[in-house]
């Protein structure tokens, strides 16, 4: 014991490598998602840019990305049963790969991108199913909050330095500017890569670097079973569990409203109150930039709150959850009553997003507390329904504006209906989890200590019977 302890105080624990590592994934992950969002601006300008390609080419080009994306967020079943290292590292490194050949398939033909960016949302879909169930393994329950709040933040802190970033590297005269940033994105993906398939494993017991004292503190506090493997996915339990539901319903509308920012708010600044290229880029990076705030208070903070166990766990993720639910649907349902106000809007919208960061200790953490076991798959499952909503949304809203005449006030009173529904959409998520959300584990999730003491039982009892009929 004495040796554990004295390695445990000289080197940094296991976990937490596993935890930076999936971290500084996500945060790639999202520097590839949103490259091109940047890029195709400088790929497209009238006086330099390369391709004539029209707003609507623009958009299913962007958008394709998610059609890939929604595809493949329920193979997290595969992580659960076998493993989440390869799934999730093949998933962060093979779309940089593909991110490198975007500039020589936009010499082909604007479809051979689209080809390319849905391959890259389909590996994209398997990293965070996949870190749901890794983490579950990996860390106890108490300390569970942290990484999936790392989740969030780091992936909105690759939008944050992806903006400025391309558009610098879009200035480079080598390689034709733009090509820089898709050669640069796909480039250190290298050495994370590296770092991944040389420190993590699957579990924590196939682990030959874990101390003997780390494993059994991981241990003691860890629901998830070995086990999985052979048993089958409850897939009928897990459509018909409310706790699943609470977390389906709560993504779906979470998702809504978040898409439609991050993709319909540049238009909406623009339209409404004609505010330029520079600042509405820089009023979007501080947007994530607000997130990603939001969320480093929120996690840590609700791992204190638990920690002192003043209310029960399922209370206190109900609470986080309304906080940034209600708050984001209360701000964004006044933005209407400010109207050309922009000062005023400005400071909704970023007071809006810096309350909805409080779901990193909200629903975000519940699935791996009542699904141990099954927390890729039932993360899966949700977030492959929330996932529509990133084409989805934006088609919505799309179909709410063109209906509006051209002038400035009816443009205005059009983007007053998209707030309402929004914020309709955001207090009926939040109503939805507080009445079904809960953290307690589901009987369908707990295959471990059942099963185990029944085989235990079993071979005892072989054993004894053996022993009686030897001295027989």
Known sequence: MMKYEKIERTVIPCRVIVGVLGCLGCTLLYMLRTNLSVAI?????????????????????????????????????????????????????????????????????????????????????????????????????????????????????????????????????????????????????????????????????????????????????????????????????????????????????????????????????????????????????????????????????STWVNGKHWISLTRSRKNFQSFGMFGCCICIGVIPLVGCNIVAVMCLLLSGIFLFGSIAGGEYACIPEYAPNYSGTVYGVASTLASTTGFMGPQIVGLLLDHGVRDGSSVRHKWDIVWYLSAAIYGFGGAYFEIYGTTEPQTWALIGEESLTKELNKDNNNKDNKDINLNV
């Open 41 to 301: 601006i400088a790929m497209v300008d009238e006086k330099q840019g390369r391709y004539q390609w029209t707003q609507s080419v623009q958009g299913v080009i962007l958008g394709s990305y998610f059609y890939g994306y929604t595809l493949t967020h329920i193979c997290g079943t595969f992580a659960d049963r076998f493993g989440a290292k390869w799934m999730v590292g093949l998933g962060v490194f093979m779309p940089a790969i593909l991110n490198a050949f975007i500039p020589t398939a936009a010499d082909i033909h604007y479809t051979a991108v689209v080809v390319l960016r849905v391959l890259m949302g389909a590996f994209h879909g398997l990293v965070f199913s996949g870190l749901f169930s890794l983490y579950a393994k990996w860390f106890p329950q108490s300390e569970m909050n942290l990484p999936l709040t790392g989740i969030i933040f780091s992936g909105n802190l690759g939008g944050v330095l992806t903006m400025p970033l391309v558009g610098y590297l879009c200035k480079v005269a080598a390689l034709d500017g733009w090509p820089t940033a898709f050669y640069f994105t796909s480039f250190i993906h290298v050495f994370w890569f590296l770092l991944w398939i040389h420190l993590v494993s699957d579990r924590p017991e196939d682990s030959d670097r874990i101390t003997g004292a780390e494993l059994d503190y991981i241990m003691a506090d860890n629901k998830s079973s070995k086990n999985v493997r052979n048993r089958s996915t409850p897939w009928r339990s897990i459509f018909v569990s409310r706790a699943v539901w609470a977390s389906i319903v709560s993504k779906i509308c979470g998702s809504f409203g978040y898409y439609v920012l991050c993709t319909k708010m540049p238009t909406y600044l623009d339209t409404v109150f004609g505010m330029s290229i520079q600042t509405n880029s820089w009023f979007n990076s501080l947007f994530y930039a607000i997130l990603c705030v939001s969320t480093l208070i929120a996690g840590p903070l």
